[in-house]
């Protein structure tokens, strides 16, 4: 959805940091906060259509789910809505990304946590303006699907910054993972759906992708819209042949993609891929939270 909201670009930002709203420029983080230092920090990226944040209860959901595998404390979600609106209003944003970031506050300088309280911090930009279609890339880093990290929206994305500039190098803009077994997995910031001798398939969470916001609402509305899907693992090598194919993510929403490692799909976009894509703006418009 195209942003009709000022530029950040010409105001003062503003956030919110521990319970405060002040401008960017002056909030206050220290050069040893564990989320800087060791990333030991969650995060949570949500889409606002008309001033208002989607999915908001599954994302909190799952930012509780998050920081207790990393023993962070979250505020209420009656805190966290509220200072989402705070944040919203304060840059006079209408369609815009927001993201709250935990971190587990001042620590040393190693792994060990600190005694002082987390930090949790809402910011907001811009909507970007993703492309129609994507172009993947597969990458030779594999995700470890029995590590610590597995389902964690982490604030660790050193892995993903790596593969994504793999991806640009080599001609795609987003890179797409397979996990240790060689199984399809997901991209650095999505999870993907394909389309194989006439099913539809996205890979299991056991194989180590991101329990994705995106993935389950369209799942959800596959069964509202009759289409049938299978969780199920593929070799990473099955994208070779598939007929469609096509990304979610808060910020791409359903997303076609059109060439996979340089070689166009045979379908883009494709019919599963438009109905869903429909469906799923259908709810945004109806500003409806899933």
């Known amino acids: 959805m195209a942003d009709t909201s000022p530029n950040p670009e010409t105001t003062e930002p503003v956030v919110w940091l521990n319970g ?55 505020p209420s979600q009656e805190t966290l809505s509220s200072a989402m609106t705070a944040v919203i209003e304060a840059n006079k944003l209408s369609n815009a990304r927001i993201r709250i970031t935990l971190t587990g506050g001042v620590g040393p300088l190693g792994s060990d946590k600190g005694a002082s309280p987390d930090l949790a911090l809402v910011a907001a930009s811009a909507l970007p303006n993703h492309a129609a279609t994507a172009s993947i890339v597969t990458v030779p880093y594999r995700r470890n699907e029995h590590g610590a990290l597995v389902g964690i929206k982490s604030t660790s994305y050193g892995e993903n910054v790596a593969a ?58 596959c069964e509202m819209e009759g289409i049938a899907v299978d969780e199920i693992d593929v070799p990473i090598a099955e994208l070779d042949r598939v007929d469609e194919a096509f990304l979610t993510s808060s910020l791409r929403e359903v997303q076609p993609v059109e060439r996979i490692n340089g070689s166009p799909v045979r379908i883009c976009p494709g019919p599963v891929s438009s109905k869903l894509s429909t469906a799923f703006s259908r709810l945004v418009a109806e500003q409806i939270d899933p």
Do not use: M, W
């Open 164 to 221: 994504l500039a793999y991806a640009r190098k080599h001609g795609g803009n987003e890179a797409i993972f397979a996990n240790i077994a060689g199984n399809l997995c997901e991209g650095t910031g999505s999870n993907i759906f394909i389309v194989l001798d006439g099913k539809l398939i996205t890979p299991t969470l056991p194989s180590g992708c991101l329990a994705g916001i995106t993935r389950a609402i369209v799942l959800d509305l």
């Open 20 to 74: 405060q709203l002040s401008a960017a420029r002056t909030a206050y983080i220290s050069p040893f906060d564990h989320g800087l230092l060791t990333g030991d920090g969650v995060f949570e990226t949500l889409c606002v259509y008309n001033g208002k944040p989607f999915a908001e209860s599954r994302h909190y959901q799952r930012l509780l789910n998050s920081a207790a595998a990393l023993s962070l404390t979250v």
